[in-house]
């Protein structure tokens, strides 16, 4: 079984920037597509980033393409969520969830993942 842990959430200003961990341990961690995903109060959780086993692939939403980057370091077994410009709808809380399939069209679908992280909150004040 994989556990997940997701650190550097916090608060920030419209404009600013935060870069997320997702830490991994357990069953092996390069075995498994990674993704992000948001849920903000009152809707469902969204679909954010992902990348594939090898870190060469990622897989991003329309509201994040260009300001968010996913990446991961199997040596660490650790994936990344580095955000710029951050805008107050991107408030959310921010979950890492595995993905053993390898299919990339399964990506996007928070119900083809198996493993997810606890979350950690993002606020960005305007």
């Known amino acids: 079984q994989l556990h997940l842990v997701e650190s550097g959430g916090g608060l920030v200003q419209a404009g600013g920037s935060l870069r997320l961990s997702c830490a991994a341990s357990?069953?092996?961690?390069?075995?498994?597509?990674m993704g992000w995903f948001r849920q903000a109060p009152g809707k469902e959780r969204e679909f954010v980033a992902a990348v594939d086993r090898t870190g060469g692939t990622t897989f991003y939403s329309d509201p994040v393409k260009g300001r968010f980057t996913i990446s991961r370091d199997n040596a660490k077994s650790t994936v990344y969520l580095e955000m710029v410009s951050l805008k107050p709808e991107d408030t959310a809380v921010y979950y890492c969830?595995?993905?053993?399939?390898?299919?990339?069209?399964?990506?996007?679908?928070?119900?083809?993942?198996?493993?997810w992280g606890q979350g950690t909150q993002v606020t960005v004040s305007s």
């Open positions: 969830a595995a993905c053993y399939y390898s299919n990339t069209e399964y990506y996007p679908n928070p119900d083809r993942y198996d493993t």
């Open positions: 357990g069953r092996t961690f390069r075995n498994n597509a």
